[in-house]
């Protein structure tokens, strides 16, 4: 299962960005999808993740300004982030977490960064 993001860049701050990351392969059931970012210095922290039921989970520091979606058919994972803040600036990564064709353990998937860089 690989993972392919895209929509990162520079935006002032105050302004919108959407990720997009789309998951293909043999693929069975993505049971999680998300994202996750980490800025210089920090760890990798957890941005919002979303079931396949629907069902999604923010971090605090997000909540009301980033909505995640999917696309279950596509296999695709959204990110839409509003009223950015300098503070959001970091390379994002979407993960999933599921099964490919042939397994019977879940496994967590990572795709590549995007660079998402607020100016303020």
């Known amino acids: 299962v690989q993972l392919q993001a895209s929509g990162g860049g520079l935006v002032q701050a105050g302004g919108s960005v959407r990720l997009s990351c789309a998951a293909s392969?043999?693929?069975?059931?993505?049971?999680?999808m998300g994202w996750y970012r980490q800025a210089p210095g920090k760890q990798r922290d957890l941005v919002a993740d979303i079931t396949s039921g629907g069902s999604a989970n923010y971090a605090d520091s997000v909540k009301g300004r980033f909505t995640i979606s999917r696309d279950n058919a596509k296999n695709t994972v959204f990110l839409q982030m509003n009223s950015l803040k300098p503070e959001d600036t970091a390379v994002y990564y979407c993960?999933?977490?599921?099964?490919?064709?042939?397994?019977?353990?879940?496994?967590?998937?990572w795709g590549q960064g995007t660079q998402v860089t607020v100016s303020s």
């Open positions: 392969g043999s693929i069975f059931t993505l049971n999680v």
């Open positions: 993960s999933a977490q599921g099964f490919a064709v042939g397994d019977y353990v879940q496994t967590d998937y």
